[in-house]
Structure formats: C-alpha cells, structure tokens
C-alpha cells in the first residue's frame, strides 16, 4: 500500500493478523488524504480501512459497508432527476452522491452514483424502476474500478473457488452457475466530452 499511497513519509504497517493491517500515519495531510480517496484496491482486492479508536482492539472493529462508484444505464431521459438517481442508490445502499452524465454516445446518458453498499450481500445487477405512464423500466449497474468479486453468488471479498455456495453446489453434484460477471464492470473509465 505504500506505494500506492504515494510513500508517505514515516507511515508505518503492522500485520495484526487475519488480514488486518494497522497502519500509523506521521503527519494528519497523508492520513486524511486515504481516507478521503475512499475505496482502495490492492491486487484487484478491496482494501477497507477504518479510523481506529483507541478503546477498540483492532480485532472488533466491524467492516459492514464500501463505497462504489456505479453507473446507472437504460433510464428514460424523462426519469433523469436527482431524486431519480437518489431513490435507485437507496436501493442499493446509501447514496453519497448523484451525478448525470450527458452522453450521445453508444452507451446513452446515464446516472454516476457513489454508493455505500453492504459488503456482505449480492452486488446488485440493476432494478425495475417505476417511470410513471412508462411502467415499469429495467435499468442496469455498471460498477467502475470493481474489485474482485464472486461470479457464483455476486458478493465481494472472494472468488469462485472460495465460495461456500459454489461448495454447497458441488458437494451435490450440481454445476456452477455463475450469475454474475465481468459485464458488472466498467471497461472504458473514458466520460463523454460534453458531460
Ligand atoms: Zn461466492
């Protein structure tokens, strides 16, 4: 993470075990700048980091929630509001931030949320959203800098051959079924010129 972080200087790490890193920072800029980065990847892995104080052991602190940066596709243009893009955050976690994006490209307008969503569930893959005379409406997710991720059961922190659900299925005899994919992420990081 050092470099990563941009070497600050005198940072120290200290493996505290099952994953865990205590880092000690030497100057608040380097420690306020991570943390405000928010969502940092290490091998395609997610780092979460929590500021730790000093009457909690390392070992209790709870990891429940990441920001994500989502992009929002299929919304009829007549269903671009901020409340819009608030209510379909809120159905993933707890939207921190709501952004248009103006787009005439392939891809179309889409919305750009950073979402705090819960670590421990299913990524979601999109909604059907109530646009008034439309009905009912799918609109995607595209999650941008994504790390890895399960195929079988959609949620963060493993992979296939780590999944208890992908286990449980083999155990049975049954085949995988991966329901999710790299489709989940965003491929090309690039913003329309005109947005
Ligand atoms: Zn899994």
Redesign the pocket.
Known sequence: MRSIWKSPSGMRCKDIGNNLFLFVFNNKEDYDWVLRQESWLFDKSLVLLQKLHEEVHPSKVEWKTCLLRVRVYGVPLVCMSYKVGQIIGQSMGVTEEVEWVKDRGNQGSYFHLRVLVPINEPLRRGMNLACGCLGKVWVYFKYEKLPNF?F??G?LG?V?RD?L??RSRRDKGDMAVCNYGQWLRVKDMSRPMNS
Do not use: D, R, T
């Open positions: 399960c079988v059961c949620c493993h296939e999944c659900m992908e």
